[in-house]
């Protein structure tokens, strides 16, 4: 059984280069965007110049999986049979195949996940030699390095194998990073916040279960917050800066370890994996100014005084979308059924009914509607799990499905090696304009 997801990437995969080779035949030297000086200028914005194909971002219906929203896979994915919140191994099998899952073969993931879970020794050393006060993403950035050490692509091409069988020590080496990143993650946690290592119960696990479970989260619940939490945040199309990270550096023939730390430390930065927490702050301080929930007048005032103030409502707009997150939308609906009296989920919503309109009167956000980490941190701080600067390595083990998916099907589609044209500003004085 194990051998099943494999075998069905190949399939995939082998029946997708033939798809490619035909299209680019028919139509590959159609010109299919007009790059603007802008765009250069402005990080590269809007120039469709790659290829991903896990998910894709749509602007107006938000992210899609392998073409599906999110609210269709909450209906189709399989799920734990008390809960209702779609298993992340199942998100994970149609992400590298494009298959919706039945319930075994999410659960031979599952069992595939756990079997190589296990961290090697001189990982944990390594991690329990750092300063306790050493940031978790660093930490956890060290710890994916520290895993390379049993790289099978590594080993494989400097074996010497035919360049189309890149994928296979690919996947191995992605199944193995996704199989350990819950126990890396949660080594991280218990000794950065000086939590104790849990009694593990004799359980069938399923991936978001153990890492709860380790990082001392046995809430049901819980539990199923982080499989929503997983799942939304696993993949974002190819352009985000983690995503686009890895797949440079991948491209390179860098093996999955070296692309996917390259990748978190990209997570890292304030513009990306740490907006929840800034978004979180936000509503924090609100509670605190107000001493509870504001009344309307109060938050709208509030939120004029910061637009005043030249800074931005955290939480509130987004790159490409111009509607609301569905993947808020997902959260607000768990939060209306788990939490509707939590205070900091009651600022959440009165920021939701006010803000939009706040913002369109301003007149300068092109998109007025919540994004997906204007929500996740009250969640999260409900429950317990109040240490902010973890976030972000919840963020990186979830995302680390999207970007190893993407690594594999790169290698197997036989991408090169990523290599765009430069320019300085006195050529395109002299031959762009």
């Not at 992340?88 to 075994?104: I, N, R, S």
């Not at 440079?248 to 370890?257: F, I, K, Q």
């Amino acid at each position: 059984m194990p051998q099943v997801l494999k075998d069905r990437i190949h399939e995939k995969l082998m029946a997708k280069r033939e798809e490619i080779k035909a299209f680019l035949g028919d139509h590959g030297d159609k010109v299919i965007h007009e790059v603007t000086l802008k765009q250069p200028y402005g990080g590269m914005r809007g120039i469709p110049a790659l290829v991903w194909e896990p998910s894709l971002l749509d602007p107006n219906g938000g992210i899609r999986f392998r073409g599906y929203t999110i609210p269709e896979l909450q209906q189709m994915l399989p799920h734990h049979p008390r809960g209702s919140q779609p298993l992340p191994e199942a998100l994970l099998f149609l992400l590298l195949t494009g298959d919706v899952p039945t319930q075994e073969e999410a659960k031979a993931v599952c069992d595939q996940l756990l079997a190589r879970s296990e961290l090697p020794q001189h990982t944990v050393e390594t991690i329990n030699c750092l300063p306790t006060d050493t940031h978790p993403m660093t930490q956890f950035s060290i710890g994916i390095l520290t895993l390379r050490q049993n790289s099978q692509f590594a080993k494989a091409y400097m074996e010497g194998m035919d360049k189309t069988d890149f994928w296979a020590p690919t996947y191995e080496d992605s199944m193995d990073l996704l199989a350990k990143l819950p126990d890396l993650a949660s080594l991280i946690y218990r000794r950065t916040y000086g939590k104790p290592e849990p009694d593990m119960p004799d359980l069938d696990y399923c991936w978001a279960g153990k890492f709860a479970y380790l990082m001392g989260f046995p809430n049901f619940e819980f539990i199923e917050l982080l499989r929503l939490y997983m799942v939304i945040h696993a993949d974002h199309e190819g352009g985000n800066v983690s995503a686009h990270t890895s797949q440079v550096v991948g491209s390179a023939l860098s093996d999955p370890y070296y692309a996917l730390s390259a990748g978190i430390n990209g997570l890292a930065g304030p513009l990306h994996g740490l907006a929840n927490q800034i978004s979180l702050r936000f509503v924090l301080d609100i509670k605190e100014k107000f001493g509870g929930v504001p009344s309307k007048h109060d938050l709208r005032e509030l939120l004029w005084d910061t637009l005043h103030g030249g800074q931005v409502i955290p939480g509130y707009g987004h790159a490409v979308l111009r509607q609301t997150d569905p993947r808020y939308r997902v959260q607000r609906e768990f939060a209306l059924e788990h939490l509707p009296e939590d205070e900091l989920f009651q600022i959440v919503s009165l920021l939701y009914e006010i803000a939009p309109d706040v913002l369109r009167e301003h007149g300068k956000a092109k998109n007025p509607w919540p994004n997906v980490d204007a929500h996740s941190g009250c969640l999260l701080v409900h429950y317990g799990l109040v240490e902010h600067e973890f976030y972000t390595v919840l963020f990186g083990v979830s995302r680390a499905m999207g970007i190893l998916t993407g690594l594999i099907w790169a290698r197997g589609l036989g991408f090169p090696i990523e290599r765009p044209k430069s320019f300085t500003t006195e050529f395109a004085k002299e031959n762009l304009v």
